[in-house]
């Protein structure tokens, strides 16, 4: 039996490349926290776990990632089978409730080092990959129309990104629907424009959002109201043309099936981080797709590792109606990977190779570690 031999978390923090100004902060710097984890053959596997804007997004941070790993996962998957996936789940699921932010980096690294000690690709692990490349939206958030509506034109110019994803819900809803109006004008049919609101509506002001988005050519609104508000979701849902996504309000398998019960909305933001790591993330999809519900690619800004991880299980999934947002890596000024993804054509390949398919750059890495500073002047 190959054991689970030691588990190590870092944290790391990259600057990105302009201010990403979403309704609740912005980001100047993504924390994200890579777990190695090394077996008794000298295998190795590798995961991520982000989360957004320190604790302004979601229940966990960087910080708390890392301790749910050191002081609780590690001690009890410490000797376990390493190919023993499910087992090693079930022990997590036991001696952390919550946290799926945790459990998904620590379970990507269990199906990393499996699949790179049998040679297959992650994708090749959930049954193989249907898809070569999948598209990719690019988010805008500059906080500023003008300077949004001349990052729209680099990109369609670049043929690097086509949907464009505008983070709305900080400023009024009129001039919201303003901004956004005057970016679907200028990408016009050449590409497509959806909203995120990141929570910050009330259901009042998501019915004046939904009737004016819809008129001004937006085709989707990602989490327009507080993420337990499901009765306000659903009434969105079945109240507009335009469609209504669930991002903060699905977390995972239990999620998915009461707002899938509820038909609370009509597209899910699959994450792996928010679902608990690979597995839970296509049991997501599986409901969605039992209960007909459309599918989006989320992501929660993870680095090239996480973002290649999410990569290998949605290429094998047929259809992604509203396409991906794997653009994690493009936000960061330096991505941490030896080999970068490959991004064009709007799209972006499935990297190939065993496990992800991708390795550190143990340079960068080094660099960007938050403890670097303190082994430096310690
Ligand atoms: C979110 O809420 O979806 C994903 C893309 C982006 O720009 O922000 C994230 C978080
Ligand atoms: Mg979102």
Redesign the pocket.
Known sequence: MIRIDHIESIIIDVPTVRG?V?SMVTMRAQAVVLVRMRFSDGSEGLGEGAS?GGLS?GSESVESIKIAIDAYIAPALLGMNADGIAAATARMEKVVRGNPIARAAVECALWDGLGRRSGLSVAQLFGGRIHDRLPVAW?L?SGNSQTDIDEAEQMLAARRHRDF?L?IGKRSVREDIAHVAAIATAVGDRGTIRV?V?QAWSLTDARYGARGLQEVGCILI??PVARDKLAALKSLTDGYEIAIMA??ALQGPADAMRLAADRAADVF?VKLCQSGGLKPAADVIAIARAAGIDLYG????ESGLGTAAAIQLFATVPEWHFGT?MFGPLLLKEDILTESLDYGDFSVAVPQGPGFGVSLDEDKLAFYRRDRARSVTA
């Open positions: 990403h979403l957004i997004y988010t958030a994803k983070k995120d990141n990602e989490q991002d903060e933001a989320g992501t929660m800004l947002e």
